[in-house]
């Protein structure tokens, strides 16, 4: 499960014309922008762990292809944790996943 979240942050430059490398089903990738008289397609860029108590929660960004704006995405992932939460209640970020909100950096 680690490396599944490491996976998740480690993209290549994701394009609206090739398969989106987050492998979730319908993401939103490719789709049309949600904008007013814009053409473009919502590129999925990043994904990271949002929350600080739920590890299946992550936050997804995307980006028009034609550079009109940007929107996220929550999402809940139980099969693609960013972290375990141990015995005590405490929050373990896997080694190699940023989190920005915990401050922790890979």
Do not use: K
Not at 62 to 68: K, L, Q, T, V, Y
Not at 78 to 83: I, L, N, R, S, V
């Amino acid at each position: 499960m680690q490396q599944r979240a490491v996976d998740a942050q480690d993209w290549e430059e994701a394009a609206p014309d090739r398969p989106c490398p987050c492998s979730t089903s319908l993401c939103g990738h490719g789709e049309p922008c949600p904008a007013d008289d814009c053409e473009g397609h919502e590129i999925h860029t990043m994904r990271n762990p949002t929350t600080s108590d739920d590890v299946t929660a992550w936050e997804d960004h995307f980006e028009c292809s034609d550079g009109c704006g940007a929107t996220t995405l929550r999402r809940e992932l139980p099969d693609q944790p960013w972290g375990e939460i141990d015995g005590d209640g405490e929050v373990q970020v896997y080694d190699g996943v940023n989190h920005y909100e915990l401050g922790v950096y890979a």
